[in-house]
């Protein structure tokens, strides 16, 4: 790939992570200075599930067919700044979930959509995405540093960043190579949309349990997500959001020694160690505290990277290598429907009311919360997954066919998540 389109995919990228990483972070934290309740931060910061739910279909039907992909990018962009900037001066809970639901369903398509274009710019995929990939968590690491140390984190001020990246991003779409769609002209068929086929590939028990698993363990992940950077805060740690890219740091470092774990666990070994990650994450953070204790917080931290590559990327990779090359990509969103849309959800439901179950009301009318309770309620639910997971899922490899019957090499992954 020539190296200015390389570099321009790259800031592409940047820029893209870089949004969502100034409000998505530190929600949890300006909501809870709203006084909102916890069961009302988890249901603001399940807006993107919800958006991951819609955006299969979005994509299927309007990105696939109509528009070019950079066009429609700049539109959902600069819809997305406006919706930012709305949001970040509302003060009401139903004000400020409809506007961050409207954003979620403007900014969840877009993930799929810059992947897209920077994949079909490439002549080999494979072997130069990563490296393209590899700014959008660069741009994750530069918002959470930066929001992080200028301490305000509890205010509406990160949102409004956001919105003014995503403006610029938006008028940087519009200058990117033209990548029109790929289904323009053709009739549409609702099997383009909803992946039939690949729900048939669930009927392979290893499929199901896979399926099942993912579905369960995204419920406790949720807790992470939305309540990380309040907790923090509420003990005491500074530039808590900076600390929190630690984690994408370690992500980075964890995805190099993918290949040297697979050789020697194989898939299930390591996605079990993905899961025992979680459930170590969260005791690390009920026992840490932000004095002596400060090393665990840290460690629970620096664990992200074990627990988001050795699941979800080798959860990818898994799916590369099973499903039949006509049905890999519908595969693919079928799980991130699976996961990062309904389990998601049923998390930031779930993580609101355990949230809310354990709140402290002090002198004054201040809330804190009973985080050591929390914590271990998350990992309580992480490590039964991982035992029912260990206990019914089988490593047997399946070699993927082609529906010619030609057998598949493998493998090949992304990564769309912090």
């Given at each position: ?5 390389k570099?321009?995919?790259s800031?592409?990228m940047l820029?893209q992570?870089f ?9 949890g934290?300006w909501?809870?200075a ?6 009302q931060?988890g249901?603001?910061?399940g807006?993107?599930?919800?958006g ?8 299927g039907?309007i990105?696939d ?9 700049g ?13 970040s001066?509302q003060?009401?809970f139903?004000a ?5 639901l409207?954003?979620?369903?403007c900014?969840m398509?877009?993930?799929a959509?810059?992947t ?5 710019q490439m002549k ?6 990563g490296?393209?990939r590899?700014?959008g968590?660069?741009?994750?690491i530069i918002?959470?540093?930066?929001i992080?140390a200028?301490?305000?984190e509890?205010?509406?001020?990160p949102m409004?960043v956001a919105?003014?990246?995503s403006?610029?991003m938006s008028f940087y ?8 769609p790929?289904a323009?002209g ?6 383009h ?5 690949s729900?048939r590939l669930l ?12 579905l369960l363990?995204?419920?406790p992940?949720q807790?992470y997500?939305a309540?990380?950077?309040l907790y ?7 530039n808590?959001?900076g600390k929190m ?8 470092f964890?995805?190099l020694?993918i290949p040297?774990f ?7 070994y390591?996605l ?7 459930a170590a994450?969260?005791?690390?953070f009920?026992?840490g505290?932000?004095?002596t204790l400060?090393w665990m917080l840290?460690?629970?931290?620096l664990?992200h ?14 799916i590369?290598?099973e ?5 890999r990509?519908?595969t693919q969103?079928?799980i991130?429907f ?11 439901w779930?993580s609101?009311r355990?949230?809310d ?5 002090g002198?004054?009318?201040s809330v804190?919360?009973?985080?050591q309770?929390?914590?271990?309620f998350a990992?309580?639910c ?8 260990l206990?019914t899922?089988?490593?047997?490899e399946?070699?993927?066919t082609?529906?010619?019957?030609v ?9 769309d998540?912090?």
């Amino acid at each position: 790939m020539i190296t200015m389109l390389k570099s321009r995919l790259s800031l592409m990228m940047l820029l893209q992570y870089f949004i969502w990483g100034s409000w998505y972070v530190t929600l949890g934290t300006w909501l809870a200075a709203l006084h909102f309740s916890g069961q009302q931060i988890g249901w603001v910061a399940g807006t993107t599930a919800i958006g991951a739910i819609v955006s299969p279909f979005f994509v299927g039907l309007i990105a696939d067919r109509a528009f070019a992909a950079q066009r429609l990018l700049g539109v959902l962009h600069a819809l997305g700044a406006a919706i930012l900037l709305l949001a970040s001066s509302q003060s009401s809970f139903a004000a400020v979930y409809a506007a961050v639901l409207c954003y979620s369903l403007c900014y969840m398509p877009t993930l799929a959509l810059t992947t897209s274009l920077a994949m079909r710019q490439m002549k080999d995929p494979k072997q130069e995405f990563g490296m393209v990939r590899v700014f959008g968590t660069l741009g994750w690491i530069i918002a959470g540093l930066g929001i992080g140390a200028s301490g305000l984190e509890a205010t509406a001020v990160p949102m409004r960043v956001a919105a003014a990246a995503s403006l610029l991003m938006s008028f940087y779409c519009f200058t990117l190579p033209d990548t029109p769609p790929l289904a323009r002209g053709t009739d549409f068929n609702w099997r383009h949309v909803i992946p039939l086929d690949s729900l048939r590939l669930l009927r392979r028990r290893s499929m199901a349990v896979f399926a099942l698993a993912s579905l369960l363990i995204c419920i406790p992940l949720q807790f992470y997500y939305a309540f990380t950077n309040l907790y923090l805060n509420e003990i005491g740690i500074h530039n808590a959001a900076g600390k929190m890219t630690g984690g994408q740091m370690s992500e980075l470092f964890c995805m190099l020694l993918i290949p040297w774990f697979f050789r020697r666990l194989g898939v299930k070994y390591m996605l079990g160690l993905g899961m025992l990650a979680w459930a170590a994450r969260y005791a690390f953070f009920a026992f840490g505290n932000g004095d002596t204790l400060l090393w665990m917080l840290w460690l629970g931290i620096l664990l992200h990277g074990i627990c988001f590559d050795f699941f979800f990327v080798v959860g990818q990779i898994y799916i590369d290598r099973e499903a039949p090359a006509t049905l890999r990509a519908a595969t693919q969103g079928l799980i991130t429907f699976i996961t990062y849309g309904a389990g998601m959800f049923i998390g930031a439901w779930l993580s609101g009311r355990v949230v809310d179950a354990y709140a402290l009301v002090g002198a004054g009318g201040s809330v804190t919360h009973d985080w050591q309770s929390i914590w271990m309620f998350a990992g309580i639910c992480a490590a039964i997954v991982l035992a029912l997971f260990l206990l019914t899922f089988s490593d047997k490899e399946n070699t993927a066919t082609s529906s010619a019957g030609v057998k598949e090499p493998q493998m090949a992954y992304r990564s769309d998540q912090h």
